[in-house]
T-cell receptor
């Protein structure tokens, strides 16, 4: 079974530029998550989708971050404009919802460096 | 509020046993997960506890005490490849939906 796919793996941009990340979850997983992981910290949830609806975006800085999951499958996360403090790894995860543990499966992440 | 505490770093010797503790405070506890994360890689699922007690899975075991807000991950017969960060994560249902809250992680270094 294919895992969670993310692209790009690495991105370097200058502050005030925009950037977009893409995620394709595991087939059949209804719930999709975007996390921000700053070096030395645990992942912090930015947004959670159930199919194509937003369940939680309380920690998403909405003045500069946006995310969508239009067809309930893959998703994009955008930052516009980027700030230095946005340098982090952006992890996408998905979960089935019907499994016993409902554990989340993570993609390899996109490492963003803002100069 | 929600709070998860775990030690920042630990070191251990190959072949030994190590216990990584995690304490948490949350209003809508609905399970606790342990994830392993090697440097530069994604977290991978290790274990899940929702009831009090010990869950054993090969060399790894995880314990939960809901009344004490406490969990530990026990790693036996340590191998060099166990050098990684171990993330304690609590599933919280206080908002009417499940949300995973991660601790900062414990960086484990296994040396020969």
């Amino acid at each position: 079974e294919a895992g969670v796919a993310q692209s790009p793996r690495y991105k370097i941009i200058e502050k005030r530029q925009s950037v977009a990340f893409w995620c394709n979850p595991i087939s059949g997983h209804a719930t999709l998550y975007w996390y921000q992981q700053i070096l030395g910290q645990g992942p912090k949830l930015l947004i959670q989708f159930q199919n194509n609806g937003v369940v939680d975006d309380s920690q998403l800085p909405k003045d500069r971050f946006s995310a969508e999951r239009l067809k309930g499958v893959d998703s994009t996360l955008k930052i516009q404009p980027a700030k230095l403090e946005d340098s982090a790894v952006y992890l996408c995860a998905s979960s089935f919802g019907g499994s016993t543990h409902n554990e989340q499966f993570f993609g390899p992440g996109t490492r963003l460096t803002v100069l | 509020g929600q709070n998860i505490d775990q030690p920042t770093e630990m070191t251990a010797t190959e072949g030994a046993i190590v216990q990584i503790n995690c304490t948490y405070q949350t209003s809508g506890f609905n399970g606790l997960f342990w994830y392993q994360q090697h440097a530069g890689e994604a977290p991978t699922f290790l274990s899940y506890n929702v009831l009090d007690g010990l869950e054993e899975k090969g060399r790894f075991s995880s314990f939960l005490s809901r009344s004490k807000g406490y969990s530990y991950l026990l790693l036996k017969e340590l191998q060099m490849k166990d050098s990684a960060s171990y993330l304690c994560a609590v599933r919280d249902f206080s908002g009417g939906y499940n949300k995973l809250i991660f601790g900062a992680g414990t960086r484990l270094a296994v040396h020969p």
